[in-house]
T-cell receptor, first 112, second 115 residues
Framework: DGGITQSPKYLFRKEGQNVTLSCEQN?????MYWYRQDPGQGLRLIYY???????QKGDIAEGYSVSREKKESFPLTVTSAQKNPTAFYLC???????????FGPGTRLTVL | KNQVEQSPQSLIILEGKNCTLQ??????????LRWYKQDTGRGPVSLTI?????NTKSNGRYTATLDADTKQSSLHITASQLSDSASYIC??????????????FGTGTRLTVIP
């Protein structure tokens, strides 16, 4: 897990609510990522950011939003528009050259 | 289409036995391949990275092999331990202009070691 923290570890949400997942890093990496992991499936990219104040959609961005106001922080908001949000969410950071990523410990989100 | 496929999807072995996990990829041109171990409910942790010119690399009881000609990699675990129970994910990075969203992930092999 290194210098990447995600909070909370477990999160429960009622349908129709927005929730924000925190990701903080002290690795001084420019790139940050959010992935979603479902049972039996590979990691799917939600959003990524290469520099502060800039981010791009990944493969499954619908129903999610992010911000990158500080280099150390890349919070993910799961909105009520995300129809099936129950999943394990992983934050990662990337080195220059982008050929390696370091992962945080994850947040498990459950919609009640 | 660039893809990474892993097999088997799941595997159960007895403690102390050896096992081999497979990763086939179509990513081209190829830069490097990394194996991650992901414990249940945790983030993936890198086990080993292999570049185009490397055939074998070891990390303790883990040995990764790479055949860049056939685009295949394997992860061999020797004398398995209960703590080896995890998912093992193969990740391939293409060669070329670095881009932030340039990694290709396999779906993983779920290994269960039983006493």
């Amino acid at each position: 897990d290194g210098g990447i923290t995600q909070s909370p570890k477990y999160l429960f949400r009622k349908e129709g609510q927005n929730v924000t997942l925190s990701c903080e890093q002290n690795l001084n990496h420019d790139a940050m990522y959010w992935y979603r992991q479902d049972p039996g499936q590979g990691l799917r990219l939600i959003y990524y950011s290469q520099i502060v104040n800039d981010f791009q959609k990944g493969d499954i961005a619908e129903g999610y939003s992010v911000s990158r106001e500080k280099k150390e922080s890349f919070p993910l908001t799961v909105t009520s528009a995300q129809k099936n949000p129950t999943a394990f969410y992983l934050c990662a950071t990337g080195t220059s050259g982008y050929n390696e990523q370091f992962f945080g410990p994850g947040t498990r989100l459950t919609v009640l | 289409k660039n893809q990474v496929e892993q097999s088997p999807q799941s595997l159960i072995i007895l403690e102390g036995k050896n096992c081999t996990l497979q990763c086939n990829y179509t990513v081209s041109p190829f830069s490097n391949l990394r194996w991650y171990k992901q414990d249940t409910g945790r983030g993936p942790v890198s086990l080993t990275i292999m570049t185009f010119s490397e055939n074998t690399k070891s990390n303790g009881r883990y040995t990764a092999t790479l055949d860049a000609d056939t685009k295949q990699s394997s992860l061999h675990i020797t004398a398995s331990q209960l703590s080896d129970s995890a998912s093992y994910i193969c990740v391939v990075s293409p060669r070329g202009t670095p881009r932030a969203n340039n990694l290709f992930f396999g779906t993983g092999t779920r290994l269960t070691v039983i006493p």
